[in-house]
């Protein structure tokens, strides 16, 4: 039992509470992990200030003390799927150190356009990251940083004139927009990718299935860690596909 409520977006839910004080939420897509410095926190997981300096969030709850979550890592607000965060600051840095250590996996779920070849098992790549206008763009470079994957098929449809397929994929490492770019250097463009997409592809999907969202869920995470105090602390945790990728699978 979680042992106070979160402010939660609208959209948002918690999907389990470990007694150590670990959290993972279903962030709905177009959800921001935290706010916006410009915005305010009106679209983001949690409906409350945001500390930036020390990644927390801090409200009131209804008794008028004083409540902290600490974000952990994030979602791109395209990405829907578990976001973990922690009640403490230690359990949080933790965390961020076995993320950074790749010692806590996740499993991803996507909706491709499909090319009807062998899909590889293994993604590699070098990746750099360049902004131009406040825009952040991923391209492949032998410079850039590594960038590997594990993916295979789950499911396939094919549609009118289209062909997509539902892939499984696991980073080994969490480069900025990995999944979106690997996905489109192997001409398996994610559905709905404004960036590294097939434009004409997402608005035929769009006008057909009523669907207009990036195809990319966060659907497990599995922590094993020890803690400060050396708990071991041992967690699986899954989010269940959204409706939207039933549908369009269907």
């Keep these: 039992m979680q042992p106070f409520a979160l402010p939660l977006h609208r959209q948002c839910e918690v999907l389990a509470y470990h007694p150590s004080g670990i959290w993972a939420i279903n962030k709905r897509n177009g ?23 020390n990644e927390r969030f801090h409200w009131l709850d209804e008794q008028g003390q004083q ?26 840095g933790v965390l961020k150190i076995a993320f950074a250590n790749r010692e806590i996996h996740k499993i ?17 790549d070098s990746l750099v990251k360049k902004s131009s206008q406040g825009k952040i763009r991923v391209v492949k470079n032998r410079a850039g940083l590594p960038a590997i994957t594990k993916a295979k098929i789950d499911r396939k449809k094919r549609g009118a004139n289209y062909s997509i397929a539902l892939l499984c994929l696991t ?28 434009f004409s592809l997402n608005r035929k999907i769009a006008r057909l299935c009523k669907e207009d969202r990036l195809f990319l869920h966060a659907s497990q995470i599995n922590i094993n860690i020890k803690t400060c105090t050396g708990e071991k602390i041992k967690w699986e945790v899954e989010s269940p596909l959204p409706r939207s990728f039933g549908r369009l699978l269907s």
């Design 31 to 53: 959800v921001l992990s935290h706010p916006n410095k410009k915005e305010g926190y009106k679209n983001s997981v949690l409906q409350c200030p945001y500390d930036f300096e």
């Design 67 to 92: 409540q902290t979550l600490y974000l952990v890592h994030r979602l791109d607000s395209a990405t829907s799927g578990v976001l973990v965060a922690a009640s403490s600051k230690e359990l949080a």
């Design 108 to 124: 991803y779920h996507a909706i491709v356009e499909y090319n009807g070849k062998p899909v590889p098992e293994i993604w590699k």
């Design 171 to 198: 980073p080994t490492t969490g480069r900025t927009h990995q999944l979106r770019v690997q996905a489109a250097l192997r001409k398996l463009p994610i559905i709905g990718d404004r960036t590294y997409g097939n």
